[in-house]
Structures are given as C-alpha cells and as structure tokens.
C-alpha cells in the first residue's frame, strides 16, 4: 500500500510529506529556526579569520602592534596554549582604519 501511495505522489506531495511546504516556487521548511547567536566577545585565529577575513600571520603582527588586545590561555609550565583576541579591539581598529582612508 505505501509503496503503491509514494510512486503516485508527486514531487510537491513528497515536499509537503517531508515537512516542507512548496508555495509559488520558495520552499519553506517547517523545522524550527535558530536564534542567532549573540556576538562573542572573544575569537580565536579561525574566528578572527571567519568574521573579519584577518588571517593568523596578520593578527600576530596587530597584536605585536598594539592595535589589537589579545591573551593566552595556557597552563603552568606548558608550551602551547590557546590564544584568543577581543572582538571589540578588532571592531575598534578596523574603525580607525576607515577613519584614516577618509
């Protein structure tokens, strides 16, 4: 019987089965949305990267700088760690930087 019911189903009633509903060409989904997350106050390298298009070489050279504030993260006695950048700083910079072009 199932069988029988998908191979006359149309792709708009496979659509709607699916929990999709198909109206003038835009489909909608009925899944639930997420809430946008607020902005985070820190970012590491990927992040910096993801939201600013600053790579790591360049945000280690504005934080050598001054221009932009960051810390490390890293255990007593260890090498390695996590270092992270405040996003308001790179906010602030990339400002300056506008005001300075104009």
Avoid: H
Avoid at 66 to 71: A, E, F, L
Wanted: glycine fraction near 6%; aromatic fraction near 4%; charged fraction near 30%.
């Amino acid at each position: 019987m199932l069988v029988e019911l998908s191979a006359k189903m149309t792709a708009t009633d496979t659509l709607a089965a699916k929990g999709t509903v198909v109206t003038s060409g835009a489909k909608l989904t009925a899944a639930p949305s997420r809430a946008s997350l607020p902005d985070p106050e820190w970012v590491d390298c990927r992040g910096l990267e993801a939201v600013f298009g600053i790579k790591r070489s360049l945000a280690y050279a504005l934080l050598a700088d001054g221009k932009i504030r960051g810390v490390s993260l890293r255990r007593r006695n260890q090498l390695r760690g996590k270092r992270l950048f405040e996003v308001d700083s790179v906010r602030s910079f990339l400002k300056s930087q506008m005001r300075d072009e104009s």
